[in-house]
């Protein structure tokens, strides 16, 4: 087994609305020190909603970031105190599309970037969809509601138009199914 860093100190670099950065000194295995840099972040939730008709939904949306528009399953941070992450899934699938689930499923929890972040992502499948969603998105998403049944989402990932890790995942799990 690999020991573990120890933190010595830490200092704030940046501290916003979602994001906490920090550069952390450590103490390696051999005894040496190195720096860390560290986003941590509150954690977040994917859901994997497939309908009756078996068709994935998926949102399209613009991310300053990476310059683009991408195409992913709905998704949201963790941000309101209390909430537990089952129940910030059943959210973000009614504010981000036109559905609502009567349940939620985890398939996997996972790190994003863990070599610089301590984002947790835990996805979820949906179960017992029903079009009848009136909650809205953010003020800041805008949001354009895609469906694709097996076929197009596999040509989608293979052709390179879903670059977003977390829609992969899911959407790999669903196409093994």
């Known amino acids: 087994m690999i020991e573990a860093e120890t933190k010595l100190n830490s200092r704030t670099v940046l501290q916003g609305k979602v994001l906490h950065v920090c550069v952390d000194e450590v103490k390696l295995p051999n005894g040496n020190t190195a720096e860390r840099e560290v986003v ?18 998926l949102v399209e949306q613009y991310r300053y970031p990476c310059s683009q528009t991408l195409l992913e399953i709905p998704a949201g941070k963790l941000d309101i105190q209390g909430e537990s992450p089952q129940q910030c899934a059943l959210r973000e699938l009614a504010e981000e599309t036109p559905y609502t689930a009567q349940s939620v499923e985890l ?62 995942v899911a959407m790999q799990y669903w196409l093994s199914q």
């Open 40 to 57: 941590h972040h509150p954690g977040a939730v994917a859901i994997l909603a497939i309908t009756d008709d078996e068709k994935i939904i």
């Open 107 to 168: 398939i996997y929890t996972f790190y994003t970037s863990a070599g610089f972040s301590d984002e947790k992502l835990y996805l979820y499948q949906a179960h017992d969809l029903c079009k009848n969603s009136t909650a809205r998105a953010d003020e800041d998403e805008f949001l354009q509601l895609v469906m694709m049944d097996k076929k197009e989402a596999a040509d989608a990932l293979n052709n390179g138009r879903i670059l977003d890790v977390k829609t992969i």
